[in-house]
């Protein structure tokens, strides 16, 4: 087979690497391999640990508070329906996991030892997880600096900080200037997504922020307003000769079709 | 039963006996039960406190003395390494090989379940331990991922390792290509209801 040349791992896909099935891991793992380079960026980097840190360190600090378990699934109650859905999925599945080895010898409760058990599994993989984004990957693009990026979550007794913030001891990351660098770029991207019907709330959004960021560049240094268009920046940020790889091709392929990026799923694709 | 008298440590957590404080009892003193009496001394608070081993080593004999919790783990550790070495000989004959780690697999169950009286690190390392040999029911390994397995018990038979250690041990399983966060992959299939029994909600 002949090896293409370069592929940028998007957010979908290095969280999928971790947390999808193992169909959909291999899949990924084989299509990638065909490339002689495979890319990923810092802002990326921040959106792993938003979306899938995030949800691991909500559980393990929620399993780290809690007397029983019950406690644990009491406060997923108060999650939207898809994050809670997402949520008390990785529960089950770990709860699932787990009674399978459990030893009935014991007089510890199902719940205690589901706790005890979660308490080490979920904090060994938050760690593991955040080591692992790197792994397999050739180069991690730093255009935007994203500061976010550069730390990752703090274990302080018995509970993780996963902090977000663009302002870190008076630094700012570089995302005015990527814009200003991308500005012709960006105004691709809101004459197609203006000539789309039908956008859903998501691309809404991020058309709103685009207007925004070619109005006024100097709010994008802001996570509010970056992390609501994620999928025009690291399609900006993706070098021209190399293939976007997402699962989330209905977001992702107008944008790159706007600035004549190509777009990949590896049969992956929504 | 199976337990050891703890104290709490800063976070609250349950701290264990220090195994240097820990003398064993005279040899032969079985319980009228299944398992043995092992005196254990707390030298800090001079208080001695009687602990019931009801689990037998591997074969589920009784042992001619009695001996510490500590030698039970060092001879789980030898007997999974010596299981290591024998898959490792027999890598070939897939469903020998199979039988053998399903051995292995029952070692590691039974160092789980003498984890209280170990440190955090320790439980940590063998409960990566247990993920890994039980998702060799979905990935084929090959010999070098065996032999990590070998390497990370070698490496924790000292017990009282530290958080250095351990993490070293889980990244050497999971670097050999093991998938470790296999607990969580199949999310999507999943989710957790609480139900009321009887009016009362569990």
Not at chain 2, 42 to 50: R, V
């Amino acid at each position: 087979m002949e090896s293409k040349n370069k592929v940028f791992l998007e957010t979908t896909i290095q969280i999928t690497r971790r947390s999808g099935d193992l169909e959909r891991k291999e899949k990924i793992e084989k299509f990638i391999i065909q490339y002689q380079k495979r890319i990923t960026s810092s802002y990326v980097k921040m959106e792993f640990k938003r979306r899938y840190i995030g949800d691991l360190v909500y559980l393990f600090n929620l399993i780290s508070d809690a007397d029983n378990f019950c406690d644990v699934y009491d406060k997923l109650k108060i999650l939207p329906p898809v994050q809670h859905r997402r949520i008390s999925g990785i529960l089950g599945s770990f709860g699932h996991f787990f009674l399978d080895i459990k030893d009935n010898k014991t007089t510890q409760s199902i719940g205690d030892y589901l706790l005890e058990a979660g308490y080490i599994f979920f904090k060994n993989a938050i760690e593991l997880s955040w080591q692992d984004f790197d792994k397999n990957i050739d180069n991690i693009l730093d255009e935007t600096d994203c500061l976010n990026a550069k730390s990752g979550p703090v274990l302080k007794k018995a509970r993780f900080y996963n902090q977000l913030s663009c302002k870190q001891n008076g630094k700012v990351c570089k995302m005015k200037e990527f814009v200003l660098k991308n500005r012709e770029f960006l105004k691709k991207i809101y004459d197609k997504l203006s000539h789309i019907e039908n956008l859903d709330d998501e691309q809404k959004k991020t058309k709103g922020i685009v207007e925004g960021a070619l109005k006024y560049p100097q709010n994008m240094a802001n996570y509010k307003n970056c992390s609501s268009c994620g999928d025009v920046i690291i399609s900006l940020e993706c070098p021209e000769d190399t293939e976007i790889f997402t699962t989330n091709t209905k977001h992702f392929s107008p944008i790159c079709e706007a600035i004549g990026k190509i777009v990949v799923s590896g049969e992956l694709g929504n | 039963m199976n337990h050891l008298d703890t104290t709490k440590d800063n976070d609250g957590r349950d701290k264990c006996l220090n195994f240097a404080e820990i003398t064993e009892t005279p040899a032969g003193e079985a319980s009228p039960r299944e398992g043995f009496v092992i005196t254990f001394y707390q030298t800090s608070k001079g208080e001695e406190t009687k602990m019931l081993y009801t689990g037998a080593i591997q074969t589920g004999e009784a042992p001619k003395e009695a001996i510490s919790l500590f030698k039970i783990i060092h001879k789980i550790i030898s007997t999974a390494i010596e299981l290591i070495d024998e898959v490792l000989e027999i890598y070939d004959d897939v469903i020998a090989r199979d039988n053998t780690f399903s051995i292995f697999e029952d070692q590691i169950k039974l160092l789980w379940a003498q984890r209280e009286c170990t440190n955090e690190h320790f439980k940590s390392v063998i409960l990566f331990l247990l993920i890994a040999a039980k998702n060799s029911r979905l990935q084929t390994y090959e010999k070098y991922q065996y032999e990590s397995f070998k390497t990370v018990l070698e490496k924790i038979n000292e017990i009282d390792i530290t958080s250095a250690q351990a993490k070293d041990c889980i990244s050497l399983i999971g670097n050999s290509g093991i998938d470790l966060l296999v607990p969580i992959r199949n999310w999507e299939k999943y989710t957790i209801e609480i139900k009321e029994i009887n009016g009362i909600e569990k």
